[in-house]
């Protein structure tokens, strides 16, 4: 059977893993001149190899064995781990909606119309400004949660020498 500190470590390293994933694909969507439906598809593509890499451990390891560990840093750590993820829906609630705007004007399909984003919709602005909220709230409160379950793994599983 796999030791304990085995599966902890694979699901630290897959959450560590995750965070380059998160940096491509943003560095994807800075680095665009223009925003095309092939650019979009592998900003989204990249990303969600980054969400999938940190949400299975969330799921199949972390949250099954929070209850059996509860206390103030679990708690924490729980509590920011739950409130990027909840940026994430305020983030995807802008971007379904600029999805929609732009596909609906074929700015994905003819992406050198000189048009601001502003002018498609009377709610773009609010839109992006929610995506922008979304994506760095959850980059925010990933990386508060990240640092707090690493100080918990030294914690639990002491694997540098003089800690134990």
Same mark, same amino acid.
């Given at each position: 059977?796999?030791?304990?500190?085995?599966?902890?470590?694979?699901?630290?390293?897959?959450?560590?893993?995750?965070?380059?994933?998160?940096?491509?694909?943003?560095?994807?969507?800075?680095?665009?001149?223009?925003?095309?439906?092939?650019?979009?598809?592998?900003?989204?593509?990249?990303? @969600?190899?980054?969400?999938?890499?940190?949400?299975?451990?969330?799921?199949?390891?972390?949250?099954p064995r929070a209850a059996d560990q509860i206390g103030g840093l679990v @708690?924490?750590?729980?509590?920011f781990g739950l409130q990027a993820y909840a940026m994430l829906l305020v983030?995807?609630?802008?971007?379904?909606?600029?999805?929609?705007?732009?596909?609906?004007?074929?700015?994905?399909?003819?992406?050198?119309?000189?048009?601001?984003?502003?002018?498609?919709?009377?709610?773009?602005? @609010?839109?992006?400004?929610?995506?922008?909220?979304?994506?760095?709230?959850?980059?925010?409160?990933?990386?508060?949660?990240?640092?707090?379950?690493?100080?918990?793994?030294?914690?639990?599983?002491?694997?540098? @020498?003089?800690?134990?």
């Amino acid at each position: 059977m796999v030791s304990e500190l085995a599966i902890a470590t694979a699901a630290l390293v897959m959450v560590t893993a995750s965070f380059p994933f998160y940096l491509w694909g943003a560095w994807i969507m800075i680095d665009a001149d223009i925003v095309t439906w092939g650019v979009l598809s592998y900003h989204l593509k990249v990303i @969600a190899v980054g969400l999938t890499l940190n949400t299975l451990p969330v799921l199949v390891w972390m949250i099954p064995r929070a209850a059996d560990q509860i206390g103030g840093l679990v @708690a924490v750590h729980a509590f920011f781990g739950l409130q990027a993820y909840a940026m994430l829906l305020v983030g995807l609630t802008g971007i379904v909606r600029i999805l929609q705007v732009k596909l609906a004007h074929d700015l994905y399909g003819n992406p050198t119309q000189d048009v601001d984003l502003n002018d498609l919709h009377e709610h773009m602005g @609010a839109w992006r400004r929610r995506l922008r909220i979304g994506v760095f709230g959850y980059v925010f409160f990933w990386l508060l949660a990240y640092a707090l379950g690493i100080v918990r793994y030294l914690l639990r599983y002491p694997v540098i @020498a003089g800690l134990s």
